[in-house]
């Protein structure tokens, strides 16, 4: 399994950026996605999960200004993130995971993870 992320970079808060990744699999092994992020100095924080049916958990810290979403054809999840704040400052990662019915933001339940993708906000 290989994880690309791109669409990181710097903005001001209140602006928007679009985070990709693009997955690569080896086998037809079903690999459910998150995406993470990891200030500096902080521990890893789940942010999305889909499951096997492609419903989506939203962290509270985000629900209301994040949306992911999948093109399957592609292999590709984005995740939209709109009125940025400071505190959202932090590195990026696409993870992935054996599927199941079950979201997980656990970072310890993903076995594949991305090289991420900063992204920063100034005030």
């Known amino acids: 399994v290989q994880l690309v992320e791109s669409g990181g970079g710097s903005v001001q808060a209140g602006g928007s950026l679009t985070l990709s990744c693009t997955a690569s699999?080896?086998?037809?092994?079903?690999?459910?996605m998150g995406w993470f992020r990891q200030a500096s100095g902080k521990g890893r924080e789940g942010v999305v999960s889909f499951n096997s049916e492609q419903n989506i958990k939203y962290a509270e810290s985000v629900r209301g200004r994040f949306t992911a979403s999948r093109d399957a054809a592609k292999n590709i999840v984005y995740l939209q993130m709109s009125n940025l704040q400071p505190q959202d400052t932090a590195m990026y990662y696409c993870?992935?995971?054996?599927?199941?019915?079950?979201?997980?933001?656990?970072?310890?339940?993903?076995?594949?993870w991305g090289q991420g993708t900063q992204v920063t906000v100034s005030s």
């Open positions: 699999f080896a086998t037809d092994t079903p690999y459910c």
């Open positions: 993870a992935a995971r054996r599927c199941s019915l079950w979201l997980t933001l656990g970072q310890s339940d993903y076995s594949y």
